[in-house]
Nanobody, 120 residues
Framework: QVQLVESGGGLVQPGGSLRLSCAAS????????MGWFRQAPGKERELVAS???????NYADSVKGRFTISRDNAKNTMYLQMNNLKPEDTAVYYC??????????????WGQGTQVTISS
């Protein structure tokens, strides 16, 4: 079993910054792509950013230039640095990852979510 634990959410004013972390633990053989999703009230969950094992990144247009995704493979941890935050960034942010096992099977896992609120 694998657990994903997110941290770093909170309440900040517009223009502020937050750094989210997602730590994976458990029976992990290999972590493939990792990503951050978010879901605002009344809206569908959307991809914010993703990062491959080799460091290749992908961002939603709405966060390009403001958010930076990174990962520490040795620590099985992923980060999301969020700068110049806007009220429309308010959402629950979820960590998502693909775990590959020694028999080549793969499973996707979600974290429990962390609330990010941007308000003055």
């Amino acid at each position: 079993q694998v657990q994903l634990v997110e941290s770093g959410g909170g309440l900040v004013q517009p223009g502020g910054s937050l750094r989210l972390s997602c730590a994976a633990s458990g029976n992990i053989f290999s972590i493939d792509v990792m990503g951050w999703f978010r879901q605002a009230p009344g809206k569908e969950r959307e991809l914010v950013a993703s990062i491959t094992t080799g460091g290749g990144t992908n961002y939603a247009d709405s966060v390009k230039g403001r958010f930076t995704i990174s990962r520490d493979n040795a620590k099985n941890t992923m980060y999301l640095q969020m700068n110049n935050l806007k009220p429309e960034d308010t959402a629950v942010y979820y960590c998502h990852t693909k775990i590959v096992y020694s028999d080549a099977t793969a499973y996707y896992y979600w974290g429990q979510g962390t609330q990010v609120t941007i308000s003055s």
